[in-house]
């Protein structure tokens, strides 16, 4: 019986991982990648909200639910942008974990400066955020001081192997810094752009080229026949280079409005992983940036 119980211990030795890993639930799949860019196989990563999904228009899911409660730490994008569903996933896990305040509970926003914050707030403005525009994911330096967060976030909560989640932010930080020289040859300073949505106004800042207009007359408000009107001359006085539009948000309208003005259409990706060939936060980028020559 003895020798019985010896080879069953061995065999449960063996059979278990050595390291089970921290686990982390991400909203969206940008900072699902953040994530694995700093903790690789020390961490485990759940996304909640798929590449194709709009961000905009999330509801929570027993799923959701279910991750949250096995998570050790939950990170989200903030600025109100997951408003409409993790209160309720975080409630509903029942995971002290993941209380606001504690350090389970990790808004990425509290790193970056917003862009577009309203000094006042009302239902005719649309659907605007009042703590700013939450699409700082388009900025690599904003995403990158994110990183910095989750590397000293995983060093914490993981001592033994702070040392590795620094490397690893580090290797991160020299590809990004490499990519971005060749990024900045990209000739976008002074180039005008339509776009769809309020999606582009970091990469914006970056890189120097404008916004000369919006399909959308406000965040989240379908546009009038008027305001296509009024924006088709705009586009004749001020000759845009492309119109913008993601593959999930904006298509129709823009395909109409390039029949229209003969304008051609760029279309972007809005998270990792939404087009072919964005399967991490270095080539989204990438994908973006180029997609814009």
């Not at 949505?197 to 970056?206: C, D, R, T």
């Amino acid at each position: 019986m003895r020798r019985l119980f010896v080879l069953i211990s061995l065999l449960m030795l063996y059979a278990a991982p050595a390291f089970a890993g921290i686990n982390i639930v991400a909203t969206l799949p940008w900072i699902g990648s953040a994530a694995k860019e700093i903790g690789k196989d020390k961490i485990n990563v759940t996304v909640l909200i798929k590449p194709g999904q709009d961000a905009h228009a999330i509801e929570a899911k027993p799923s959701m639910i279910l991750a949250a409660r096995k998570a050790d730490i939950i990170m989200y994008d903030g600025l109100d942008l997951e408003i409409g569903y993790l209160p309720l996933i975080i409630e509903s896990s029942k995971n002290p974990k993941l209380i606001p305040g504690r350090p389970g509970n990790f808004d990425c926003s509290q790193f970056i400066a917003a862009l577009d914050k309203p000094t006042t707030v009302d239902r005719s403005m649309g659907d605007v955020h009042p703590l700013g525009n939450p699409h700082y994911h388009f900025s690599t330096s904003r995403v990158l001081r994110v990183a910095e967060g989750i590397t000293r976030l995983l060093a914490d909560a993981d001592r033994g192997n702070a040392g590795y989640y620094e490397a690893n932010y580090k290797a991160f930080a020299e590809r990004l810094h490499e990519k971005e020289k060749q990024w900045r040859a990209v000739p976008l300073q002074g180039k005008k752009f339509i776009a769809y949505h309020k999606y582009f106004e970091y990469l914006s800042a970056e890189y120097g080229f404008r916004i000369i207009g919006y399909i959308e007359p406000k965040p989240g408000i379908p546009p009038s026949a008027g305001h296509i009107e009024g924006l088709i001359e705009t586009m004749k006085k001020e000759k845009p280079d492309a119109i913008l539009v993601t593959p999930a948000y904006g298509m129709k309208e823009a395909e109409s409005l390039s029949a229209k003005t003969g304008v051609k259409i760029i279309a972007l990706p809005h998270d990792v992983g939404s087009m072919s060939g964005t399967d991490d936060l270095i080539s989204f980028w990438n994908k973006v940036i180029t997609s814009l020559k």
